[in-house]
């Protein structure tokens, strides 16, 4: 009987000491839930913000590790890309970001707005770089048009279908198409000081063709232009 009377006091400091286990557990989870980790200072060459489910939304990086982007829910491969940030949409695909880089031969800073499924349709920009020894700086706001018929996914299998030519002639043939204004963008707007000095308004057609030029030229002179659609000024002021 005694044997079973020490059983029992034994299972009860068990159970108190358990007890007082859990709870000290349960108030470290606690304390945990309602004061996230704060930390002061973080070095770090990459860092990738993701959703509940893993899904990345955006990524904070140097130019070494830079996302390459992802279009189609397909990660793009490895390139060159600036420091900073991009961001991406509930389908995982690329939807804009801020990046910057610079030395003593040239920088740029962009914002870029991307279209659903398509590349960038507005940016904040500045960039300069030294052309024979000669400093062109522009900056400003810019917008384009980008077509519903030729969306970035598509892009991607026509630059790689001229890859799988290997042919060079071809490729850059093919790639100097694509780039054509009106083929798959149009540049319709800017607003800024452009790299010939000039500090306006510059209004393109959905072909991406200059029609209008309101601006103050480098030598102070206020300008209006009017062009057709050969670029030719068909009225000027």
């Given at each position: 009987m005694e044997n079973l009377q020490k059983q029992v006091r034994i299972l009860k400091i068990y159970a108190a000491i358990l007890t007082l286990i859990l709870l000290v557990f349960i108030g470290i989870v606690l304390k945990q839930g309602s004061n996230p980790d704060h930390f002061k200072h973080i070095t770090a060459e990459r860092i990738d913000i993701v959703d509940p489910t893993g899904k990345i939304r955006m990524a904070i990086s140097?130019?070494?590790?830079?996302?390459?982007?992802?279009?189609?829910?397909?990660?793009?491969?490895?390139?060159?890309?600036?420091?900073?940030?991009?961001?991406?949409?509930?389908?995982?695909?690329?939807?804009?970001?801020?990046?910057?880089?610079?030395?003593?031969?040239?920088?740029?800073?962009?914002?870029?707005?991307?279209?659903?499924?398509?590349?960038?349709?507005?940016?904040?920009?500045?960039?300069?770089?030294?052309?024979?020894?000669?400093?062109?700086?522009?900056?400003?706001?810019?917008?384009?048009?980008?077509?519903?018929?030729?969306?970035?996914?598509?892009?991607?299998?026509?630059?790689?279908?001229?890859?799988?030519?290997?042919?060079?002639?071809?490729?850059?043939?093919?790639?100097?198409?694509?780039?054509?204004?009106?083929?798959?963008t149009a540049e319709r707007l800017f607003v800024g000081k452009n790299g010939q000095g000039e500090v306006g308004l510059f209004l393109c057609d959905d072909k991406g063709k200059p029609r209008l030029r309101i601006f103050i030229n480098a030598q102070n002179q206020p300008v209006i232009q009017m062009l057709n659609d050969k670029g030719e000024i068909v009225a000027s002021k």
């Amino acid at each position: 009987m005694e044997n079973l009377q020490k059983q029992v006091r034994i299972l009860k400091i068990y159970a108190a000491i358990l007890t007082l286990i859990l709870l000290v557990f349960i108030g470290i989870v606690l304390k945990q839930g309602s004061n996230p980790d704060h930390f002061k200072h973080i070095t770090a060459e990459r860092i990738d913000i993701v959703d509940p489910t893993g899904k990345i939304r955006m990524a904070i990086s140097n130019r070494e590790r830079q996302h390459p982007g992802t279009i189609g829910g397909k990660e793009l491969p490895k390139r060159d890309r600036p420091a900073g940030m991009i961001f991406f949409n509930d389908d995982g695909d690329e939807c804009g970001g801020l990046v910057y880089d610079g030395d003593k031969k040239s920088a740029s800073m962009t914002y870029s707005i991307d279209q659903y499924q398509n590349d960038q349709i507005m940016q904040i920009q500045y960039s300069q770089d030294k052309d024979n020894g000669c400093l062109k700086r522009s900056y400003g706001l810019k917008l384009w048009d980008k077509y519903d018929s030729f969306p970035s996914a598509r892009v991607v299998k026509y630059v790689d279908s001229l890859s799988k030519l290997n042919d060079t002639a071809a490729y850059n043939s093919g790639i100097k198409k694509l780039q054509q204004p009106g083929v798959i963008t149009a540049e319709r707007l800017f607003v800024g000081k452009n790299g010939q000095g000039e500090v306006g308004l510059f209004l393109c057609d959905d072909k991406g063709k200059p029609r209008l030029r309101i601006f103050i030229n480098a030598q102070n002179q206020p300008v209006i232009q009017m062009l057709n659609d050969k670029g030719e000024i068909v009225a000027s002021k």
